[in-house]
């Protein structure tokens, strides 16, 4: 694929090709984010869902897997809020890669490197009610059963080997041996295998009047230990991170220790042992804006989003130190 897609070339495959395509009024490009892209279908209410055209900073799974985990979460009653896949294209001939069409969510993001007016200017009650339910959905995600999209599950240690292989990769060896650190202590068990979203920072929910409205992007997730997915997201209630979303600065966000308490009431598990997943955590990330910043220094990437990285790896890198004790 190029650099850049052609947006009319998009709308005149999409018109000819897809059921009701011809609903379709525009193609508008929504974010590119760090792997896979989005556009708004006008006149359709829908997104679009495509491969990264440029080297992404992340390759996760495939866009027909993660149409495959939407499919399977909507099956599912009353567990989690997910948008409908209203139509999964597996050939290439059509838009020149595979695609997934979901409908449109209602609400909005609390976006992460710019806290929306919406969410800043809420009541304290407001932020304790958005972030209670945050942690709770990711809790809930622990009593599901694994998903056959995910295949095999993955163990704690072999996920942290995965990313302690990224930072081999990105010629960052204080990760390398941060990560030595973690991997000769075992890591705790909660119970059985569940799936894992992987990426379940609150910028991934949707929010409709305060209220949940979809769990988004799961291109990093894998069938495993859920205590991996509250290490994740007990990340974001450390106040010293200084970019990202700065939730621990807003009043009405809960406690770290509310945040551990809401994820065993939603998931029906212990927390026990969490500290070896939040470092894993905070290493997995680290690991990510290695990579980053490496495509920086080689030309591979003009992102201005990761101008700074290299001051958040070094960050992470002392947080991770930190975490492990």
């Keep these: 694929m190029s650099a850049e897609r052609d947006i009319n070339a998009l709308l005149a495959g999409l018109r000819a ?25 006008e006149g359709l209410d829908a997104i679009l869902r495509l491969p990264p055209s440029t080297p992404p900073v992340l390759q996760g799974h495939g866009v027909i897997t993660q149409g495959h985990v939407y499919q399977e979460l909507g099956a599912l009653p009353d567990i989690l809020p997910t948008p409908r896949i209203l139509h999964l294209e597996e ?15 209602p609400g909005a993001a609390v976006t992460d ?3 929306p007016e919406w969410f800043t200017e809420a009541t304290p009650d407001q932020r304790t009610s958005v972030s209670r339910q945050w942690v709770a959905a990711i809790g809930s995600i622990a009593r599901l059963q694994p998903l056959a999209a995910f295949g095999t599950p993955a163990t704690p240690e072999s996920d942290a080997r995965k990313w302690r292989s990224w930072a081999a ?8 041996a941060l990560y030595d650190r973690l991997l000769s202590r ?56 200084y970019f990202g979303v700065p939730l621990p600065s807003l009043s009405g966000i ?31 990330i680290a690991a990510i804006v290695a990579r980053g910043y490496q495509m920086i220094v080689a030309g591979e990437s003009h992102d201005p989003k990761m101008a700074r990285w290299k001051e958040m ?13």
Excluded at 91 to 105: A, H, K, N, R, Y
Aim: glycine content about 10%; charged content about 20%.
């Design 17 to 41: 090709g897809v059921p009701r395509g011809v609903e379709i009024t525009g193609v508008r490009p929504l974010t590119a984010g760090h792997s896979n892209e989005t556009y708004v279908l």
């Design 91 to 105: 050939d290439s001939g059509l838009l020149g890669d595979p695609f997934f069409i979901m409908e449109t969510v």
């Design 113 to 115: 490197y710019v806290l």
């Design 169 to 176: 990769n990105a010629d960052c060896p204080a990760l390398v």
């Design 186 to 241: 075992p890591a705790p068990r909660s119970g059985p295998v569940s799936p894992v979203h992987g990426d379940p920072k609150i910028a991934n929910l949707m929010w409709s009047d305060f209220r949940l409205s979809a769990v988004l992007d799961w291109e990093l997730g894998h069938n495993g230990e859920p205590l991996t997915d509250l290490g994740y997201v007990l990340y974001f209630f450390r106040p010293e991170i």
């Design 254 to 284: 809960i406690s770290r220790d509310e945040a551990v308490k809401a994820w065993e009431a939603a998931s029906g598990r212990s927390a026990q042992g969490f500290e070896w997943y939040e470092a894993a955590a905070v290493g997995k």
């Design 313 to 325: 790896l070094d960050a992470n890198i002392a947080l991770m130190d930190v975490v492990l004790g």
